[in-house]
């Protein structure tokens, strides 16, 4: 079994900055992919970025140029590093990883509050 333990969420002014970790652990055979959704009230979950084994990136149109994902192997940890956060940037955040043996598994969510 695999669990996900997300933090670093919170309130924050617009314009401000917040880092996101979540740390994967267990029964952990290889990690692919890792990285982040968001999901607020009434929407669909969205991808936020994610990041590959060799660190290829990828982001959402609406969070480039903003957000920064890096992941540490050794920690199985992935990161979201977000700064000129904006107040539409407010949601859950879900961090997820897909493993080797091509199984996903979820975090439990962090609250992101951006205030105009």
């Known amino acids: 079994q695999v669990q996900l333990v997300e933090s670093g969420g919170g309130l924050v002014q617009a314009g401000g900055s917040l880092r996101l970790s979540c740390a994967a652990s267990?029964?952990?055979?290889?990690?692919?992919?890792m990285g982040w959704y968001r999901q607020t009230p009434g929407k669909q979950r969205e991808l936020v970025a994610a990041?590959?084994?060799?660190?290829?990136?990828n982001y959402a149109d609406s969070v480039k140029g903003r957000f920064t994902i890096s992941r540490d192997n050794a920690k199985n940890t992935v990161y979201l590093e977000m700064n000129s956060l904006k107040p539409e940037d407010t949601a859950v955040y879900y961090c997820?990883?897909?493993?080797?043996?091509?199984?996903?598994?979820w975090g439990q969510g962090t609250q992101v509050t951006v205030s105009s």
């Open positions: 990041i590959s084994t060799d660190r290829t990136t």
């Open positions: 267990g029964s952990i055979f290889g990690i692919k992919s």
């Open positions: 997820y990883v897909i493993t080797v043996l091509t199984t996903t598994h």
